[in-house]
C-alpha cells in the first residue's frame, strides 16, 4: 500500500466515489468497481485486510433480481398471505419526518405512522387543540432511535420512547393508544442522538446529547471549544422528568444500558474535542464512556451537583479524569454503536472509522471502577468486521451482526471465537458477510434487545436504494432489507422502500403489543379534554350545546354517531374563536370520525370512543360545511353539517 492519504482520507475517497457512481441504472457490480477504481485500492485494499486469514464467504456481488429470487427458500416463511398477520411489531423511526412508524414483520408492510415531532395532515396532530401543547409551536424533528420500556429485560408493552435529535427533545408514545402522550425538551443539549431504557425495569432513559456546546450556551467561550461539554441525561421513564445530567467533556453518540441497571454506555467520537472535520478525526483513539449509575446518584444525593443556566436539573460535573462516576474505555477511533448482547455480558463498540468492533465484558467493569484493572483491560475482543462498522444486532445464539456501512455487507460473526482469538487462539470469528443494498445504517434483529433475542429475522436498514426501486425522481427512497437468519447462510428475501428516513427500528413479538381498538379515555389528552368540559359542566360522551365563553369565544360540543353528527348546524359570529369539540360515541372497532371544516383549514380525526377538539377562528361570514373526512358508513358523505358565521 504505497497510498500517502491518511485512512480517514481513504474512507471518505471511498464514499465520495460510491457515491458518485450511483446512478438509477447502476449495478452493485460496476458500483463496486467505479469505486475500487477510483479509490486506486487504497480503502479498498484495507477493506480486504480486514478479512485477511479468515474463511469469510463473502458472497459474489449480485444484481437485485438474483438476490431477491426466493424460489426454494428453505427457511422461514416470508409471505404473509392477505388476511393472515405478522409475527412481530417493527417500530422504525421516521428520521426527518419526525415520525414514528409501525410495520409489520416479515411481511414489511407499513401498518401506522404515530406522528411525534410532525404535523400530520390526517389526524390533525400538531393542530388539534391537545397536541399543540406537546409540540409548543415546533413543527419538525428528527427522530433516530425508537426504544421500548422493559421489565426483566424484555419489553412491557407500554411505552415507546424515541429521541428528536434536531430540538433536542425526547417523546413517549404510549402503546395501548398509539398515540405520543408526552414530550420534553433535554436541557443543556443539542443534537440529542443515542437514546437506551433501562432494560431491568421501566426506570430511567437516557439521552446523549452528541454536539458539545458551551455551558451555559448563552455566548460565552464561543471560541474556545476546549470548554464545550456534552450532557448524558436520565429521564424518568415514568414521569418524563429530567432527574439528573452528568456533564463530560466528549460529544456522546450511541447509548446503551446493561441488563441490571447498573450502568450506561455511550460511546464518544471526537475526544479530540475538534469543531472541523479534520480535528474531530485526528486521534486513532475514542471513548466508550461508562456511567455508573449508583455513583452518579449517590453524588447527586449528596448535593455534589451544580445547575446550569436556567435549568434547575442537578448535573454533576465529570469531565476531566476516569473517575467513580464515569469510566472511559479507548477503543479504536470514532465509535458510533452500541448495543449489548441478550445475554447481558458484553458491550459492543463498533469503529465507525476502524474495521472493527470492541468487546467489553461488562462484569469486568466493577473492577475498573475499583481501579483494579485498567479500563482498557474490559476489552476482551475486538473482531474485524469490515470497513465502516455501526451497529450491532444479536440472535441470541452467540453471534453477532454488524452493519458496515461502507462495504455495503452484514457481518455475521461469533462473540466467543472474537474473544478466544483476541486471547491468541487461531481461530476465525467471521462466520459470514451478506451484501446489503446500499450503505446499510442501522441493523436490527427479532428481539435482538431483549434477553428473548430470537435469531429469526434481521433487518438492514440501507441508506440508498439507486437501482433497487424504480426512479421516482431525485429524492429515492430508502431501502429496508429483510434477512433471514435461520438458514444456512444468511438469505436476503426482501427489499422494503421507505420514506425519509428511518435510522432504527426495533422488533418485537406480537405477543407483547396488546393496544386498544377503541379509545378508553385513560390518556391525558383525555384527561385534558374532560377537565375543559368540566368548566362548562359538560359530559363530552352525551352533550351536543354551543357555550358562549366571552365576547368573541365559543365551544361547539357535538357527539358523533355513523352516519351523522349530533349537531347538524351551529351559529358563531364573525371573528369568534372557536373551539370545537367532537366525541365519537361509536363504540365500534375500526369506526374513525373526522371533522373537517370547509374553507377554515380545520381537520381532525376522531376514534371510536374518544374526543378530541380544534380551536379556529371563524373569521367570514356565511354558510360552511363541515364533514367527516373518513368513511365510516354507506351514508359517510352525508356525515355533515353546516355552521352559520352572522
Ligand atoms: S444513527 Cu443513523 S445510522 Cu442516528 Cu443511530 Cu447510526
Ligand atoms: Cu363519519 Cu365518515
Same mark, same amino acid.
Given at each position: 500500500?504505497?497510498?500517502?492519504?491518511?485512512?480517514?482520507?481513504?474512507?471518505?475517497?471511498?464514499?465520495?466515489?460510491?457515491?458518485?457512481?450511483?446512478?438509477?441504472?447502476?449495478?452493485?457490480?460496476?458500483?463496486?468497481?467505479?469505486?475500487?477504481?477510483?479509490? =486506486?485500492?487504497?480503502?479498498?485494499?484495507?477493506?480486504?485486510?480486514?478479512? +485477511?486469514?479468515?474463511?469469510?464467504?463473502?458472497?459474489?456481488?449480485?444484481? !437485485?433480481?438474483?438476490?431477491?429470487?426466493?424460489?426454494?427458500?428453505? =427457511?422461514?416463511?416470508?409471505?404473509?398471505? &392477505? =388476511?393472515?398477520?405478522?409475527?412481530?411489531?417493527?417500530?422504525?423511526?421516521?428520521?426527518?419526518?419526525? +415520525?414514528?412508524?409501525?410495520?409489520?414483520? @416479515?411481511?414489511?408492510?407499513?401498518?401506522?405512522?404515530?406522528?411525534?415531532?410532525?404535523?400530520?395532515?390526517?389526524?390533525?396532530?400538531?393542530?388539534?387543540?391537545?397536541?399543540?401543547?406537546?409540540?409548543?409551536?415546533?413543527?419538525? !424533528?428528527?427522530?433516530?432511535?425508537?426504544?421500548?420500556?422493559?421489565?426483566? !429485560?424484555?419489553?412491557?408493552?407500554?411505552?415507546?420512547?424515541?429521541?428528536?435529535?434536531?430540538?433536542?427533545?425526547?417523546?413517549?408514545?404510549?402503546? #395501548?393508544?398509539?398515540?405520543?402522550?408526552?414530550?420534553?425538551?433535554?436541557?443543556?443539549?443539542? !443534537?440529542?442522538?443515542?437514546?437506551?431504557?433501562?432494560?431491568?425495569?421501566?426506570?430511567?432513559?437516557?439521552?446523549?446529547?452528541?454536539?458539545?456546546?458551551?455551558?451555559?450556551? #448563552?455566548?460565552?467561550?464561543?471560541?474556545?471549544?476546549?470548554?464545550?461539554?456534552?450532557?448524558?441525561?436520565?429521564?424518568?421513564?415514568?414521569?418524563?422528568?429530567?432527574?439528573?445530567?452528568?456533564?463530560?467533556?466528549?460529544?456522546?453518540?450511541?447509548?446503551?444500558?446493561?441488563?441490571?441497571?447498573?450502568?450506561?454506555?455511550?460511546?464518544?467520537?471526537?475526544? +479530540?474535542?475538534?469543531?472541523?472535520?479534520?480535528?474531530?478525526?485526528?486521534?486513532?483513539?475514542?471513548?466508550?464512556?461508562?456511567?455508573?449509575?449508583?455513583?452518579?446518584?449517590?453524588?447527586?444525593?449528596?448535593?455534589?451537583?451544580?445547575?446550569?443556566?436556567?435549568?434547575?436539573?442537578?448535573?454533576?460535573?465529570?469531565?476531566?479524569?476516569?473517575?467513580?462516576?464515569?469510566?472511559?474505555?479507548?477503543?479504536?477511533?470514532?465509535?458510533?454503536?452500541?448495543?449489548?448482547? @441478550?445475554?447481558?455480558?458484553?458491550?459492543?463498540?463498533?469503529?465507525?472509522?476502524? &474495521?472493527?468492533?470492541?468487546?467489553?465484558?461488562?462484569?469486568?467493569?466493577?473492577?475498573?471502577?475499583?481501579?483494579?484493572?485498567?479500563?482498557?483491560?474490559?476489552?476482551?475482543?475486538?473482531?474485524?468486521?469490515?470497513?465502516?462498522?455501526?451497529?450491532?444486532?444479536?440472535?441470541?445464539?452467540?453471534?453477532?451482526?454488524?452493519?458496515?456501512?461502507?462495504?455495503?455487507?452484514?457481518?455475521?460473526?461469533?462473540?466467543?471465537?472474537?474473544?478466544?482469538?483476541?486471547?491468541?487462539?487461531?481461530?476465525?470469528?467471521?462466520?459470514?458477510?451478506?451484501?446489503?443494498?446500499?450503505?446499510?445504517? /442501522?441493523?436490527?434483529?427479532?428481539?435482538?434487545?431483549?434477553?428473548?433475542?430470537?435469531?429469526?429475522?434481521?433487518?438492514?436498514?440501507?441508506?440508498?436504494?439507486?437501482?433497487?426501486?424504480?426512479?421516482?425522481?431525485?429524492?429515492?427512497?430508502?431501502?429496508?432489507?429483510?434477512?433471514?437468519?435461520?438458514?444456512?447462510?444468511?438469505?436476503?428475501?426482501?427489499?422494503?422502500?421507505?420514506?425519509?428516513?428511518? /435510522?432504527?427500528?426495533?422488533?418485537?413479538?406480537?405477543?407483547?403489543?396488546?393496544?386498544?381498538?377503541?379509545?378508553?379515555?385513560? #390518556?391525558?389528552?383525555?384527561?385534558?379534554?374532560?377537565?375543559?368540559?368540566?368548566?362548562?359542566?359538560?359530559?363530552?360522551?352525551?352533550?351536543?350545546?354551543?357555550?358562549?365563553?366571552?365576547?368573541?369565544?365559543?365551544?361547539?360540543?357535538?357527539?358523533?354517531?355513523?352516519?351523522?353528527?349530533?349537531?347538524?348546524?351551529? +351559529?358563531?359570529?364573525?371573528?369568534?374563536?372557536?373551539?370545537?369539540?367532537?366525541?365519537?360515541?361509536?363504540?365500534?372497532?375500526?369506526?374513525? /370520525?373526522?371533522?373537517?371544516?370547509?374553507?377554515?383549514?380545520?381537520?381532525?380525526?376522531?376514534?371510536?370512543?374518544?374526543?378530541?377538539?380544534?380551536?379556529?377562528?371563524?373569521?367570514?361570514?356565511?354558510?360552511?360545511?363541515?364533514?367527516? @373526512?373518513?368513511?365510516?358508513?354507506?351514508? /359517510?358523505?352525508?356525515?355533515?353539517?353546516?355552521?352559520?358565521?352572522?
Amino acid at each position: 500500500m504505497s497510498d500517502t492519504r491518511s485512512r480517514k482520507q481513504q474512507i471518505i475517497d471511498s464514499l465520495d466515489a460510491q457515491i458518485a457512481a450511483a446512478s438509477p441504472h447502476s449495478t452493485r457490480r460496476n458500483f463496486l468497481s467505479v469505486a475500487s477504481a477510483l479509490v =486506486g485500492g487504497g480503502a479498498v485494499a484495507w477493506s480486504m485486510a480486514g478479512c +485477511e486469514g479468515g474463511t469469510t464467504t463473502t458472497t459474489a456481488p449480485k444484481t !437485485g433480481a438474483t438476490a431477491a429470487k426466493s424460489a426454494g427458500h428453505e =427457511g422461514l416463511e416470508y409471505e404473509v398471505a &392477505p =388476511g393472515k398477520l405478522d409475527d412481530y411489531y417493527g417500530f422504525w423511526s421516521g428520521g426527518q419526518s419526525g +415520525e414514528l412508524r409501525i410495520l409489520g414483520v @416479515p411481511s414489511m408492510r407499513e401498518l401506522k405512522r404515530i406522528p411525534v415531532f410532525n404535523t400530520d395532515a390526517a389526524t390533525g396532530y400538531g393542530r388539534d387543540d391537545w397536541s399543540k401543547t406537546l409540540l409548543k409551536g415546533k413543527v419538525s !424533528g428528527d427522530t433516530h432511535h425508537v426504544h421500548l420500556s422493559y421489565t426483566d !429485560g424484555v419489553y412491557d408493552g407500554r411505552y415507546v420512547y424515541v429521541n428528536d435529535k434536531a430540538q433536542a427533545r425526547l417523546a413517549r408514545v404510549r402503546i #395501548d393508544t398509539m398515540e405520543t402522550d408526552t414530550i420534553i425538551d433535554l436541557p443543556n443539549s443539542q !443534537g440529542t442522538h443515542g437514546i437506551f431504557p433501562q432494560r431491568h425495569k421501566t426506570g430511567l432513559v437516557f439521552c446523549n446529547s452528541e454536539f458539545r456546546t458551551p455551558q451555559p450556551n #448563552d455566548g460565552r467561550d464561543m471560541d474556545d471549544p476546549t470548554k464545550y461539554a456534552a450532557l448524558h441525561t436520565a429521564v424518568d421513564g415514568e414521569t418524563m422528568e429530567v432527574k439528573w445530567q452528568v456533564m463530560v467533556e466528549g460529544n456522546l453518540d450511541l447509548c446503551a444500558t446493561d441488563y441490571e441497571g447498573k450502568y450506561s454506555f455511550a460511546c464518544c467520537y471526537n475526544s +479530540e474535542g475538534g469543531v472541523t472535520l479534520e480535528q474531530m478525526m485526528a486521534n486513532d483513539q475514542d471513548y466508550l464512556y461508562v456511567f455508573n449509575l449508583a455513583n452518579i446518584e449517590a453524588a447527586v444525593a449528596a448535593g455534589k451537583t451544580m445547575t446550569i443556566g436556567d435549568s434547575k436539573v442537578p448535573v454533576v460535573d465529570a469531565r476531566g479524569d476516569n473517575s467513580p462516576l464515569v469510566q472511559r474505555v479507548p477503543v479504536p477511533k470514532s465509535p458510533h454503536g452500541v448495543n449489548v448482547s @441478550p445475554d447481558g455480558k458484553y458491550a459492543v463498540c463498533s469503529g465507525k472509522l476502524s &474495521p472493527t468492533v470492541s468487546v467489553v465484558d461488562i462484569s469486568k467493569l466493577a473492577d475498573v471502577f475499583a481501579g483494579k484493572i485498567k479500563p482498557r483491560d474490559a476489552v476482551v475482543a475486538e473482531p474485524e468486521v469490515g470497513l465502516g462498522p455501526l451497529h450491532t444486532a444479536f440472535d441470541g445464539r452467540g453471534n453477532g451482526y454488524t452493519s458496515i456501512f461502507i462495504d455495503s455487507v452484514m457481518t455475521k460473526w461469533n462473540i466467543d471465537k472474537a474473544i478466544r482469538a483476541y486471547a491468541g487462539e487461531k481461530v476465525d470469528p467471521i462466520i459470514e458477510k451478506i451484501d446489503v443494498h446500499y450503505q446499510v445504517g /442501522h441493523c436490527n434483529a427479532s428481539m435482538s434487545e431483549t434477553k428473548d433475542a430470537d435469531g429469526k429475522w434481521l433487518v438492514a436498514l440501507c441508506k440508498f436504494s439507486k437501482d433497487r426501486f424504480l426512479n421516482v425522481g431525485p429524492l429515492h427512497p430508502e431501502n429496508d432489507q429483510l434477512i433471514d437468519m435461520t438458514t444456512e447462510h444468511l438469505k436476503l428475501v426482501k427489499d422494503e422502500s421507505t420514506y425519509s428516513e428511518p /435510522h432504527d427500528a426495533v422488533i418485537v413479538r406480537r405477543d407483547l403489543i396488546n393496544p386498544l381498538k377503541v379509545m378508553d379515555r385513560k #390518556d391525558k389528552r383525555h384527561a385534558f379534554l374532560e377537565a375543559l368540559a368540566a368548566e362548562d359542566g359538560v359530559d363530552l360522551k352525551s352533550t351536543n350545546k354551543v357555550v358562549r365563553k366571552g365576547p368573541h369565544k365559543v365551544r361547539v360540543y357535538m357527539t358523533s354517531q355513523a352516519p351523522a353528527y349530533n349537531t347538524t348546524n351551529f +351559529e358563531v359570529k364573525q371573528g369568534d374563536e372557536v373551539q370545537v369539540f367532537v366525541t365519537n360515541i361509536d363504540n365500534v372497532e375500526d369506526l374513525s /370520525h373526522g371533522f373537517c371544516m370547509s374553507l377554515h383549514d380545520v381537520n381532525f380525526l376522531i376514534n371510536s370512543q374518544g374526543t378530541n377538539s380544534f380551536t379556529f377562528t371563524a373569521d367570514r361570514k356565511g354558510v360552511f360545511w363541515y364533514y367527516c @373526512p373518513w368513511f365510516c358508513h354507506a351514508l /359517510h358523505l352525508e356525515m355533515r353539517g353546516r355552521m352559520l358565521v352572522s
